[in-house]
């Protein structure tokens, strides 16, 4: 039995947007099957009562002072923008509304 | 299809929840020094990790955890003892890293309430959840008819909003609010304002959008023990507007109810022209947000003792202070409810620190002050006029030297920048006349011309005399001091009352 | 000897004393690369007026009697993954093409402070996922040992380039082995700091629990002199450290293992590794033992499973660093006709900018975190991550470094295994662990394989913060055998 079946991978292209072609989907379908049966081996090692580790190191409370740095000039913000309007990036068409 | 409101509260009882987002009044952003603002030119207060530049990283304000916690502390929360960031991820061309810096299962407060008054009766909101998240940047549409989001050629985008840190208050569900359902919706905002202003934690300006209110709204049938299906209306941006949204809602609900069909689990949008709201979102497949904790960031962990001295520092909540000034100034629970409405507590209160009796105060505001912010369209606090000048003014009352007539014109002076209390008085000439031979030589002026009125009372119609004193006052352009002329008129025509 | 040829360290000390410019130092570098680059290709990105100012400048700050440090003036690579304000950084990937950033990173910063000299732009996989270099969106890099090998990856090029003498230093990234593979597998030395001992900021990111800037060096002193110049807490990095470390340049000078306990990774041997790997590295055991220092066998059963966690970790945490390439901001946008959407532009985007195996974590990450089987994979995956720094921790109460091969065979063939993403991960085997526990660990040049005449590195693993044990031993192997064979190992590289 497959770990993930062709219109799964089409999900997860669609919410990763990627644009795939049918024959990509197909040979992604195949490559992660056999990637999602190899990584299941995780489920092996017994850890009910590990806690989760996010971070090596045990370090907590990270903060700055809230104090203003210098920003970059707008010119700087927009110098790697694909298209520019009004001092703001200009982006296509936005579909629905979110949070 | 929508059902009138008191029909459709007659078949079915509202479950409310509120989500309210609240900007931090930081001086620089969440995870970056960039400033926050309000207004500046596009993309001026931006850097690589706010505009999320390939390599940049996040560094938590300290000031924004401190504030989150004040307002959890002030809502009666528990603050977490340990806590996460998390990546909320969805791509949306307004949120830069494509994610936001959120909290998930590991909110920073926790578990508590917030008592509203709606109707008299104090309604207790049960507070689920405080967490600290990030604000996203700010789309304008083009082209198109509408400027709106549908049917616009393109957008463009200006991140000097993202990064801004934003607070998220989520109330438990509030079942049993029936008919005031609205208001009590409408209170719950209107307290939270309140206490986020006592805390000096955020400007909450609705309509700049540093406060913000999403509504849920379910509907049961009446006598039923589950909740339905519930909505999610956002866009909700006045005090008013979240009393129309539910209301409209709750119509609009019972409508499709009545009739057999189905609510859907769905975001919908206000509309502050219409009052109604319109369905947000169509996508067929739910949000999957894949949350994790932020590898950027390293987990928050309150000293105890700190969060202890936080609690101990936080200042009069304001339903406490209504309570006291309530006392104070020995008001009825109507002008109370009046001052609240026109944001008059600190006014006034300022106003009886500088020395007016609470009464006088009260009745300046609410009254000649309310009058004028309301004819220039203007808050109260916004008049160009301060407690110490209206306290002056009262003052001047209090002592003879003007009548309420030539208050007014001071008033009036100040409004129109024409100085303090004191140099409009001198300017305008305004102070009661005192000098008894001035006022005698106006008397003798006034029974001279009306004659016949002077011989009216000479003959025992005092009553007559009224007629005179407001000549006297006409004469000398409201200046003199009515009760004064009314006696030397009376003495000069040799008759007692 | 010719310039190239020198110590970073030997380099640096001539210029100081005025001996040599640092621009003559640049010049005779760049000179390497017009030499070998067509062979080799190690560099994305090459600017020789720009690398000769900045040696200029580095010479009359020195002229000036700025106080720099022990490297002032010696030429660096930068992998092409750290922000550099003056040159284009691309992270190997088409979608940051052309892509100048308008800030520096902090090891960037740190390192022009110092008085470094940029010599370029390294290449790379495709935002550092891959142990070959041939994910490269540009092209690939090649072995100095033998042109039709990989330099190993995913620091491919900084690898390359220093083995092939075009640079003295390098600067790479180590999420899974990054630095120490294509080290072991060109001869040199290359180090995975201690997680946040060096600062990410500006590093762009693969994955962030992981991701740890270190160098490339020709010897061990080098390296250490490279690490200290670019480490040190940093605001700017939540992850950073902010305690004090011990000097790995003193540890780097000071090659001594007498009394050292030294555990053998019982894990890290037998099926699956080439002979000749497990030949030198067993010679590197006895040679350690004959230094003086104990040697004892380590059971750390769950390393075996390091692997697979970490191809849950990194393409989770992945997915979500790379979702900020969406054609909005910078870097390439695809299919805007006025037309489509900014959802389908950014679909179109992606597809077309990033290469397959970028694609494959992104698809896999998006997987592992979505709900129903975050449990099952990220979640599992993070807790397999604790119990294996706490079978670090329990043999670092036995011995006080581990020691394993850094990688299971020697460079192979281009194209040998692009087709079977799972061998290429195995290349990895070794390395990983040390990333999921966050704890420092090196790679040193322990001979050749008899197989195949391809180098072998010796990975040595230390605690948390005690990245001088690393350098002290490292350097201690590097002392013996290069009196062993009258010199460092690359001295047996064919010439290019």
Not at chain 2, 29 to 52: D, E, R, S, W
Not at chain 2, 241 to 266: C, D, H, P, T, Y
Request: charged share 25%; with cysteine.
């Amino acid at each position: 039995m497959s770990a993930i079946t062709r219109d799964e991978v089409a999900h997860l292209a669609r919410l990763s947007r990627l644009a795939l072609t049918d024959d990509e989907l197909d040979h992604y379908a195949t490559q992660l099957d056999a990637i999602i049966e190899s990584v299941a081996k995780v489920a092996e090692v017994a850890a009910e009562d590990v806690p989760p580790s996010s971070h090596a190191l045990p370090l907590t409370n990270v903060f700055r002072a809230d104090e203003v740095r210098q920003s970059l000039t707008p010119e700087q913000a927009l110098s790697g923008a694909p298209a520019v309007e009004d001092d703001r990036f200009r982006v296509p068409r936005i579909l629905g509304e979110e949070a | 299809m929508t059902m009138v409101y008191d029909e459709a509260l007659d078949r079915f009882e509202p479950v409310l929840g509120l989500e309210t987002h609240v900007e931090l009044g930081t001086k620089s952003k969440m995870f970056c020094g960039c400033k926050t603002a309000f207004g500046a030119p596009a993309n001026t207060q931006v850097c690589p990790t706010c505009l999320a530049l390939p390599g940049s990283l996040p560094v938590a304000n300290a000031m924004a955890i401190e504030s989150t916690i004040r307002i959890g502390l002030a809502l009666n929360c528990s603050i977490a003892e340990w806590c996460r960031f998390a990546r909320k991820n969805y791509f949306y061309p307004d949120m830069p890293k494509n994610y936001q810096i959120s909290q998930y299962d590991e909110p920073l407060c926790f578990d508590g309430y917030v008592d509203v008054e709606v109707g008299g009766e104090t309604v207790r909101i049960e507070i689920e959840r405080v967490h600290l998240e990030e604000d996203t940047g700010k789309s304008t549409h083009m082209g198109g008819a509408t400027g709106r989001i549908h049917g616009a050629d393109y957008s463009i985008v200006d991140y000097n909003r993202a990064g801004i840190p934003l607070v998220e208050i989520v109330t438990k569900p509030i079942p049993g609010t029936d008919r005031l359902a609205p208001e009590v919706a409408k209170a719950y905002v209107t307290e939270l304002r309140e206490i986020m202003r006592s805390l000096g934690v955020s400007d909450v300006r609705m309509e700049e959008g540093s406060l913000r209110c999403d509504v849920n709204v379910s509907l049961m049938p009446r006598g039923a023990s589950e909740w339905g299906t519930r909505t999610e209306t956002k866009n909700v941006n006045s005090l008013r507007s979240v009393e129309r949204a539910v209301r409209s809602e709750i119509e609009r609900q019972a409508g499709i109810l009545a009739e057999g069909g189905k609510i859907f689990q769905e975001t919908r949008h206000f509309h502050e022209d219409t009052g109604t709201t319109t369905s947000g979102r169509s996508k067929e497949e739910a949000q999957d947000y894949r949350y994790f904790p932020e590898p950027d960031l390293v987990p928050i962990e309150p000293d105890p003792v700190w969060v202890a001295e936080l609690k101990a520092a936080l200042p009069e909540l304001p339903s406490v202070r209504r309570k006291r000034l309530q006392a104070e100034w020995g008001v009825s629970d109507l002008d109370m409810q009046a001052m609240h409405n026109a944001d008059a507590f600190d006014l006034v209160e300022a106003t009886v620190a500088a020395g007016a009796p609470a009464a006088d105060a009260r009745k300046w505001w609410m009254g000649e002050l309310a009058r004028r912010a309301n004819e220039s369209g203007v808050a109260l606090a916004e008049l160009p006029i301060t407690p110490a000048q209206i306290a002056r003014v009262t003052e001047l009352v209090a002592s003879g030297a003007l009548n309420d007539k030539l208050a007014r014109e001071v008033l009036e002076g100040v409004l129109a920048g024409e100085g303090t209390p004191d140099e409009v008085v001198e300017a305008r000439g305004l102070k009661i006349v005192n000098d008894e031979g001035e006022l005698s030589a106006i008397i003798d002026q006034v029974l001279a011309a009306n004659a016949d009125a002077a011989e009216k009372v000479r003959s025992g119609k005092i009553a007559a005399a009224g007629a005179l004193v407001g000549g006297v006052m006409k004469a000398s352009r409201g200046k003199a001091d009515a009760a004064r002329a009314r006696e030397l008129i009376l003495e000069k025509l040799g008759v007692s009352e | 000897m010719s310039l190239i040829r020198k110590t970073a360290a030997e380099l640096g000390a001539m210029i100081a004393a005025g001996d040599v410019s640092a621009a003559e130092v640049a010049e005779a570098h760049l000179d390497r690369m017009a030499e070998v680059e067509p062979k080799v290709q190690a560099f994305l990105h090459v600017d020789r007026e720009t690398t000769l100012e900045q040696a200029r400048a580095v010479d009359a700050r020195l002229r000036a009697g700025e106080k720099l440090g022990p490297l002032a003036g010696v030429p660096v690579a930068h992998k092409d993954i750290f922000a550099t304000r003056d040159m284009p950084t691309t992270a190997g990937s088409k979608i940051l093409e052309g892509w100048r950033p308008p800030y520096d990173a902090t090891v960037t910063a740190r390192l022009r402070e110092a008085g470094l000299v940029i010599l370029g732009k390294t290449n790379l996989d495709e935002f550092a996922m891959g142990s070959s270099t041939e994910n490269s969106a540009y092209h690939p890099t090649r072995n100095p040992w033998d042109l039709d090998r990989i330099p190993g990856g995913s620091s491919g090029g900084s690898s390359a380039a220093v083995a092939a003498y075009e640079a003295p230093l390098s600067t790479g990234t180590d999420t899974g082995g990054s630095i120490r593979q294509p080290a072991a597998v060109t001869g040199i030395v290359g180090m995975k700091p201690t997680y946040g001992g060096s600062s990410r900021y500006g590093l762009i990111a693969f994955a962030s629990s992981l991701d740890t800037p270190g160098p490339f060096a020709r010897n061990v002193l080098d390296a250490a002199l490279l690490q200290e110049a670019f480490s040190g807490h940093d605001p700017m990095d939540s992850t950073s450290v902010d305690a004090p470390v011990p000097s790995v340049v003193e540890a780097a000078r000071n090659p001594d293992v007498s009394g050292m306990r030294i555990g053998v990774v019982k894990e890290f041997a037998g099926e699956g590794y080439q002979p000749g790997v497990l030949a030198r590295y067993h010679e590197a055991v006895k040679l350690l033992e004959s230094l003086g220092a104990t040697v004892v066998e380590v059971s750390c059963p769950s390393f075996t499973t390091a692997l697979p966690a970490y191809y849950l970790i990194a393409p989770s945490e992945c997915s979500s660093n790379l979702a900020r390439f969406d054609a909005m901001r910078y870097g390439l946008r695809v299919g805007d006709d006025g037309t489509r959407s900014a959802e389908e532009v950014m679909a179109l985007t992606r597809a077309a900018g990033f290469g397959p195996e970028v694609k494959r974590r992104i698809m896999l990450g998006t997987y592992a975190l979505s709900s129903g089987y975050y449990d099952a994979y990220y979640g599992q995956a993070q807790k397999v991550r604790t119990v294996i720094s706490r079978e670090f921790q329990a043999a670092y109460e036995q011995v006080d470094v581990l020691v394993s091969p850094t990688t299971p065979t020697t460079a192979f063939r281009l194209g040998e295994r692009t087709d079977d993403p799972m061998a290429m991960y195995l290349a990895d085997l070794c390395t990983i662990p040390s990333n999921l526990a966050g704890n420092a660990a090196i790679s040193v040049p322990c001979g050749l394989a008899d197989e195949d005449n391809l180098p072998v590195g010796l990975q040595i693993m230390a605690p948390v913060l005690a990245d001088d044990r690393c350098y002290r031993v490292g350097a201690a192997v590097e002392k013996a055998l290069e009196s062993r064979w009258g010199g460092p190992l690359l001295k047996e590289a064919p010439s290019l």
